[in-house]
């Protein structure tokens, strides 16, 4: 069973599902109970109560009889249709003022026919959305049809370069020809598997760290509409996966891997053309850090060097290593170079403790009495300096975990202060001490108004030990250096996504959003309090997800 069609959603009338198994030897086919099977064809119905008439009966899979006992987490097992859509039923109240459609995205499917992938950021992309409106919940899960998911389909095979897999070569010339590919990027992959963003013009556009896996988006379909041609010529061919994104611009960086640096760019909405602010050249090489995020104050944009390098080697061979496309290298040490926005001139630049980072938190400007800027603060989700996190999101760890072992190494706000007055370092401390958090620190969001502001809460994923992976919700209060954390056994959270009240003055007045993976297959969206930190409602899905990485909210106009 390997086709899928679907036209005409009629919502208010009746919520389709539209199913794909994928159909595996290794991966066993689910049939949820729920659905109806057509004679023919590829299109599954099932009739969900009218959104507009309430209560409604979700389709449930509870008395589903697959002993799932021998299965992995739901977190780490490939999305088990192509598509879902439909009303959830809600437990709690979802405040009315919370209208618009949260989307999440990150890597659901993670083998093509038997062949499994070996790293979580490897999976072709799944986006979720939870659509809010007058207290009910319509949620629903689509596959991203990237040139590269779609010739695995076809193909049944890996067919472009992923984080760790690439296609497998029948002989040494096609080998050849494909490194030859590499380097005008046709065998990467556009497997936009990272983020989801919505850029000023409206555009939602889903992101990996390839520039070609700039992908657009219908945010009520979750369709793929097709590929954001950058219209300038500054070619290269990755980019930061989280560029800096509000209503007035897209800002990013571009990493040069031939003379080592990062051009800053922005792009005005209504635009697909990226202009340079500036440059920045590596202090070090051989090559440049690598800049999965990067943050930005009011004025400035800063651009980290990590010791954690692109690695020209790595990149070229066909078995990954612990460290996958980079290599550690701290004898490049670790610098972080401040570029005047408006300018391009770069104000400062400094070396700093060595660090590892995936996702910077936010970033301000410090001020004196008299309102000068003496330094910049910049935070972010720091492993203490160890690479190993890494090679601790291969699936086969993730899915290995015996519930006693206590493998997540120790992470924490990481914040650096750097000085504006000239001098050669900055400083880099713990934000909060990171016992607060279970010394597990990633996956973090703000209150938007805050971004490049002095801010007070963040909210990230933290740990209850012993685990291997980040699994609770925590809001870091950074003036109290206080967390206040949420814990389910068994569960995985995703990233806490928080959505301001509007009209809101308080800084945490809002909700926060993730959707929860649970061990016995199921799964769940949650809405915390963005103050109380207490939970609000959930609501079931039908079916547990896979882990899903970074969100956006599309507020209903
Ligand atoms: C999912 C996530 O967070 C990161 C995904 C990163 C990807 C897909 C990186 C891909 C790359 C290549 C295919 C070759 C060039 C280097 C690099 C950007 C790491
Ligand atoms: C999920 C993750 C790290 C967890 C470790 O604590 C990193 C994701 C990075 C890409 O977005
Ligand atoms: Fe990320």
Redesign the pocket.
């Known amino acids: 069973m390997d086709s899928l069609s679907l036209s005409g959603i009629c919502r208010h009338q009746f919520l389709p599902i539209t199913m794909l198994d994928f159909n595996q030897s290794n991966h066993r086919i689910e049939k949820a109970g729920f659905v109806r099977k057509p004679e023919k064809g590829g299109l599954t119905i099932t009739q969900v109560a009218s959104p507009l008439r309430r209560p409604v009966i979700v389709p449930s899979l509870d008395n589903e009889t697959v002993d799932r006992r021998d299965r992995n987490h739901v977190a780490w097992t490939s999305v088990r249709q192509e598509r879902w859509e439909g009303e959830l039923v809600v437990q709690g109240e979802i405040p009315l003022w919370l209208k618009g459609t949260y989307l999440r995205n990150g890597p659901g499917l993670w083998h093509i026919e038997d062949y499994n992938f070996r790293h979580?950021?490897d999976g072709y992309a799944t986006l979720v959305k939870l659509q809010f409106e007058n207290g009910i919940l319509i949620a629903g899960h689509r596959q991203i049809e990237s040139e590269a998911y779609k010739a695995a389909r076809k193909n049944k095979k890996v067919c472009f370069r992923e984080f760790s897999e690439v296609p497998k070569y029948e002989n040494f010339m096609a080998y050849v020809g494909d490194i030859a590919k590499l380097f005008s990027g046709a065998s990467l992959t556009d497997n936009a598997n990272?983020?989801v963003v919505k850029l000023g013009d409206g555009r939602v556009v889903c992101l990996t760290e390839t520039q070609k896996g700039s992908l657009v988006i219908d945010p009520n379909s979750l369709e793929t509409l097709g590929r954001l041609e950058y219209s300038d010529s500054l070619g290269g061919l990755i980019h930061s996966?989280?560029p800096i994104v509000t209503d007035a611009e897209f800002l990013t960086l571009l990493p040069d891997l031939v003379n080592p640096g990062y051009l800053v760019v922005r792009m005005e909405p209504g635009t697909n053309e990226r202009k340079v602010i500036g440059r920045v050249n590596c202090r070090n090489g051989p090559a440049p850090g690598w800049v999965?995020s990067f943050p930005v104050t009011e004025h400035y944009v800063v651009v980290p060097e990590m010791p954690l390098r692109y690695c020209a080697q790595n990149l070229l061979r066909a078995e990954p290593t612990p460290l996958y496309k980079f290599e550690w290298r701290p004898e490049s040490k670790a610098f972080l170079h401040v570029m005047c926005k408006a300018s391009g001139k770069i104000v400062a630049s400094v070396e700093v403790p060595l660090f590892v980072t995936?996702?910077f938190i936010n970033a301000y400007e410090e001020e004196d009495e008299d309102g000068r800027v003496t330094a910049i603060i910049a935070d972010c989700?720091e492993?203490n300096a160890d690479a190993t996190?890494l090679d601790?999101?291969r699936l086969q760890n993730l899915r290995s975990f015996n519930g006693k072992d206590d493998l997540?190494?120790d992470?924490r706000v990481g914040r650096f202060t750097i000085p504006l007055d000239g001098s050669p370092y900055g400083k880099l401390e713990s934000a909060l001490e990171p016992d607060e958090h279970g010394r597990?620190?990633?996956?973090c969001s703000i209150n938007p108004t805050k971004l490049g502001k002095k801010y007070r809460y963040a909210y990230a994923?933290g740990?209850q030990r012993p685990c291997h992976?980040?699994n609770t919700l925590t809001k870091l209060d950074l003036v109290k250096k206080k967390a206040k954390n949420w814990h389910e056994a068994g569960a995985v959270p995703s990233e806490p996504f928080f959505v301001a009240r509007p009209g809101a003055t308080e800084e945490d007045d809002g909700v926060v959003i993730s959707l929860i993976s649970e061990k016995n297959g199921n799964g769940y969206a949650l809405l915390l309090d963005g103050s109380t930190f207490e939970e609000i409602a959930r609501a079931k899905l039908p079916y547990g997800l896979p882990?899903g990485?970074?969100g956006c909210w599309v507020p209903k106009e």
């Open positions: 979580l950021f990272t983020g996966a989280h999965h995936f996702h989700c492993h996190i601790q999101l997540l190494p992470a597990g620190m990633d996956m994923c740990a992976f980040p882990y990485l970074h």
